[in-house]
Each structure stands twice: as structure tokens, then as C-alpha cells.
């Protein structure tokens, strides 16, 4: 059983920086992927990034790449998602998620991921 808390989410202008920050509990995180998701008001859930066992590969969606990072601090069983340069687009509720692929890259659709947090709401204003 794994268990997922996101915070970090807030109200900003386009321009600015957030950091959202997703805990984990139970067992055995250190050893599969993690991701991040996001939904708009009336939109399906899509991916935004995704990160291997070990921070050594990372996954970005187009339309955040080279705006938001992902990364990962085992020992403290964090995922984190710094973003840059925000936009209205982005506004979103953002969720993280765990692959449970065992030392392995993560997969990038969302049926495929195990567990989920209950979101964090970013609202970015223009």
C-alpha cells in the first residue's frame, strides 16, 4: 500500500514559480517510478512529468518542457515538481502518482500508474 500527499499549490501570477511537493508512505518507494498529472475544469487528466527509480531519467510533457522540473529525494520519500514561468494554461489540479514498476522507467499514461494523491490546486492568473 502506498500513500500520497501533495502540497505546494497555490495562487500566482503567469510569470511566476511554484515548487509542489508530494510525500509518500509505505513500502519499497525508492525502488519505482513516480509522476505528475494534472486536470483542467473539463478536461481529461494528462501527464505532465515523470521520473525512474533513481532520478536518473526524467520525463517531460511538450508543452512544460524546459519550464518544470521533476526530481525525487529517496531518502526523504519526496517527488517534487518545481515550475517556471507559469502560465494560465497551467492553471490545474496537480496530482502525483506511483508506478509501480519495480527499477524501471516510468510508462506515461495515467491508467497505467497504481496509486494517487487527492490533488493540489494551481491557479495561475494573467
Known amino acids: 500500500q502506498v500513500q500520497l500527499v501533495e502540497s505546494g499549490g497555490g495562487l500566482i501570477q503567469a510569470g511566476g514559480s511554484l515548487r509542489l511537493s508530494c510525500a509518500a508512505s509505505g513500502r519499497s518507494f525508492s525502488i519505482y517510478a513516480m509522476g505528475w498529472f494534472r486536470q483542467a475544469p473539463g478536461k481529461e487528466r494528462d501527464f505532465v512529468a515523470a521520473?525512474?527509480?533513481?532520478?536518473?531519467?526524467?520525463y517531460y510533457a511538450d508543452s512544460v518542457k524546459g519550464r518544470f522540473t521533476i526530481s525525487r529525494d529517496n531518502g526523504k520519500k519526496m517527488v517534487y515538481l518545481q515550475m517556471n514561468s507559469l502560465k494560465p494554461e497551467d492553471t490545474a489540479v496537480y496530482y502525483c502518482?506511483?508506478?509501480?514498476?519495480?527499477?524501471?522507467?516510468?510508462?506515461?499514461?495515467?491508467?497505467?500508474?497504481?496509486?494517487w494523491g487527492q490533488g493540489t490546486q494551481v491557479t495561475v492568473s494573467s
Open positions: 502518482a506511483a508506478d509501480l514498476v519495480y527499477y524501471s522507467d516510468p510508462r506515461l499514461d495515467s491508467v497505467e500508474y497504481d496509486y
Open positions: 521520473i525512474n527509480w533513481n532520478g536518473g531519467s526524467t
